[in-house]
């Protein structure tokens, strides 16, 4: 039987004791556990936001004018982003630097989880941080005269910054995986 991310052909791996000290070292990735407890509970936090505003567009639905509507569905459409950024940090962030979470082949299995490592964690996360800096600034334009021009044109300029900054990861991680490509298709022959 083979395990996933390693050949069938492969030799089985030996588990050597750890001296004392790389243990402990190994073992304070483990510090990071109530950090994404943390995260879960914010997103149960943001789950209740959700339904409140829910419940706020439902029952003034027949008072609030369009643009009402649209920036409280907006508004919806944010706690929805920022809820698939705590997914992606909590699950991600957990396979990634706490421990696997054993879903291989469960039906529900996120797309993205078997090819996750922290430079794609990354990109990922800085899309969704621009997705949710888009919902801001659509949210500024369309109550722009409740704005002021400093204010408008501070968050153009940071939207701005956050497309750059995922440009820039972005492209560092393709080099760095596109480097890597060749040493681990000689690996594989």
């Known amino acids: 039987m083979s395990t996933p991310g390693r050949p069938s052909d492969a030799p089985p791996r030996t588990i050597r004791p750890m001296r004392p000290l790389p243990r402990v070292i190994f073992f304070s990735r483990w510090l990071q556990l109530p950090l994404y407890l943390g995260l879960i509970a914010a997103q149960g936090v943001y789950v209740y936001k959700f339904l409140v505003e829910l419940f706020h567009l439902v029952t003034h639905a027949a008072t609030f004018d369009e643009t009402q509507i649209m920036l409280v569905v907006l ?49 990922k996360l800085s899309m969704a941080l621009i997705s949710i800096s888009s919902i801001h600034l659509l949210k500024t334009f369309i109550d722009a005269s409740a704005q002021t021009p400093h204010t408008i044109m501070w968050q ?20 760095t995986n596109d480097s890597h490509a060749p040493a681990y298709a000689s690996a594989q022959h």
Do not use: Q
């Open 75 to 123: 508004g919806l459409i944010d706690v929805v982003m920022i809820s698939n950024l705590l997914i992606m940090v909590i699950i991600g962030g957990y396979e990634t630097f706490v421990s696997r979470l054993g879903v291989e082949g469960h039906p529900d299995e996120p797309e993205w989880l078997d090819h996750v490592n922290a430079g794609v964690l990354k990109v």
């Open 156 to 175: 153009v300029i940071i939207h701005c910054a956050f497309l750059l900054s995922a440009v820039v990861m972005a492209y560092v991680n393709k080099m």
